[in-house]
């Protein structure tokens, strides 16, 4: 096993799909040697060509330093227990989004000095290595769950693959983990999942009048549901409770309103200042932004010639989306700046030739 700061040593990847090829990546790009092991050889092979490590397997097993399980909820603990007896010196680690049943059901049958379990906060509604990003994990939580057997080498070597993926580093007891993620991860999906499988009843002439609103609570709900049946499955215990509480929120403001002359700005209010508490950029303080929304020809070079301006007006810009016009070929450009830039950027615009839009 490594030592903190030292190279991990050979690195075994089992699973080379969305989450565990941009790991491969990430960790191929700072030198490590990753071998890259997946049930499906085609995602290995796609994996290998994306610059995610290599093709051949092993030939010291017991030289293994780290061993990254990226596959489906359900195969982590079969894959893990495997994992241990086959590189007898290495740290074995998982990044599944369900810590504490996956410990209950190794610490049923074997020690566990060398396994910690751990979970990059980031991904996207695309599975497999096609999707991968070396650059998915920088500056995003990586939680790492130990457990009171944990051989400290093996949490400096999980620590370490986080860091190298340019994650920063959160420890957490299993079962913590899994209820906070639970309410901010889990739970927002199924609610995506729930406004969008609503839509299956609304005719196409009124879903012709979405604005950008639905496709931001709508958004997640396209992820793989094969892998989300397996992950809200393996976090019921933490989940239910918390549909049951969200159910009684939205019973609140459906008795409100079948009032007459309801007031729900208490209800909204709640809204807004649940909003308040997330994190802003980089895990500081949320500042809430002023909008510049620039229209753009759908036509090549565009976004270039805008953010050269962008750039030229010298104003930091701390988001960006794009939204695409439903009648036009033009989309709209949606700059997030701070408030006070906010007057510069558009005067900057104009004069460049650009439509700056209300926001
Ligand atoms: N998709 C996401 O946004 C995130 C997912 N995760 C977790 O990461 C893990 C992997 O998820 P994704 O990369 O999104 O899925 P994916 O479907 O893109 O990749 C899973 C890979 O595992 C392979 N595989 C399945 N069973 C296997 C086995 N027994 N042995 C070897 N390979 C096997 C599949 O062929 C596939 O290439 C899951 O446990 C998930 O909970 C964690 C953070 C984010
Ligand atoms: O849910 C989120 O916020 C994401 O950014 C994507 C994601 C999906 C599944 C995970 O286990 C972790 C992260």
């Known amino acids: 096993m490594t030592a903190a700061g030292s190279p991990l040593g050979p690195v075994v990847l089992i699973g080379a799909g969305l989450v565990g090829a941009s790991i491969g990546q990430a960790l191929t790009r700072a030198g490590e040697t990753v071998h890259l092991v997946d049930a499906n050889p085609a995602h290995a092979r796609v994996a290998a060509e994306r610059g995610a490590g290599t093709?051949?397997?092993?030939?010291?097993?017991?030289?293994?330093?780290?061993?990254?399980?990226?596959?489906?909820?359900?195969?982590?603990?079969?894959?893990?227990?495997?994992?241990?007896?086959?590189?007898?010196?290495?740290?074995?680690?998982?990044?599944?989004?369900?810590?504490?049943?996956?410990?209950?059901?190794?610490?049923?049958?074997?020690?566990?000095?060398?396994?910690?379990?751990?979970?990059?906060?980031?991904?996207?509604?695309?599975?497999?290595?096609?999707?991968?990003?070396?650059?998915?994990?920088?500056?995003?939580?990586?939680?790492?769950?130990?457990?009171?057997?944990?051989?400290?080498?093996?949490?400096?070597a999980v620590t370490r693959?986080?860091?190298?993926?340019?994650?920063?580093?959160?420890?957490?007891?299993?079962?913590?983990?899994?209820?906070?993620?639970?309410?901010?991860?889990?739970?927002?999906?199924?609610?995506?999942?729930?406004?969008?499988?609503?839509?299956?009843g609304v005719p196409p002439e009124e879903l012709s009048l979405a604005g950008q609103g639905l496709r931001d609570v709508t958004r997640i709900a396209g992820s793989d549901p094969a892998l989300w049946q397996q992950i809200v499955s393996a976090n019921a215990r933490m989940l239910v409770p918390e549909l049951r509480a969200l159910t009684k929120r939205l019973t609140v403001v459906a008795d409100q309103l079948a009032e007459p002359g309801a007031d729900v700005a208490q209800w909204l209010g709640d809204g807004v200042a649940g909003t308040r508490r997330l994190p802003g950029k980089h895990g500081r303080a949320p500042v809430d932004y002023a909008e510049v929304v620039v229209e753009i020809p759908d036509a090549?070079?565009?976004?270039?010639?805008?953010?050269?301006?962008?750039?030229?007006?010298?104003?930091?810009?701390?988001?960006?989306a794009i939204e695409h016009d439903p009648a036009r070929l033009v989309g709209h450009l949606r700059l997030s700046v701070r408030p006070e830039r906010r007057a510069e950027l558009d005067r900057v615009m104009t004069g460049s030739g650009w439509t700056v839009r209300p926001a």
């Not at 007896?85 to 610490?107: F, I």
């Not at 420890?171 to 309410?183: I, M, Q, T």
């Open 300 to 320: 090549p070079g565009s976004l270039a010639r805008l953010f050269a301006d962008v750039d030229a007006a010298g104003v930091n810009v701390e988001d960006i």
């Open 55 to 156: 093709l051949t397997s092993v030939a010291a097993p017991h030289e293994v330093g780290l061993v990254i399980v990226a596959v489906p909820p359900r195969a982590i603990a079969g894959v893990v227990d495997e994992a241990l007896d086959t590189y007898r010196s290495a740290a074995v680690t998982d990044v599944g989004s369900v810590k504490e049943p996956v410990l209950r059901e190794l610490m049923e049958h074997r020690s566990l000095g060398r396994y910690v379990g751990s979970h990059p906060m980031a991904g996207s509604h695309l599975p497999g290595p096609l999707a991968a990003d070396p650059e998915l994990f920088v500056d995003r939580t990586w939680a790492i769950t130990p457990h009171p057997d944990a051989e400290p080498a093996a949490v400096a």
């Open 161 to 200: 693959l986080a860091e190298l993926c340019g994650a920063r580093v959160i420890s957490l007891a299993p079962d913590e983990h899994d209820r906070a993620v639970g309410r901010v991860s889990h739970l927002p999906h199924l609610v995506s999942a729930a406004m969008a499988g609503h839509l299956l």
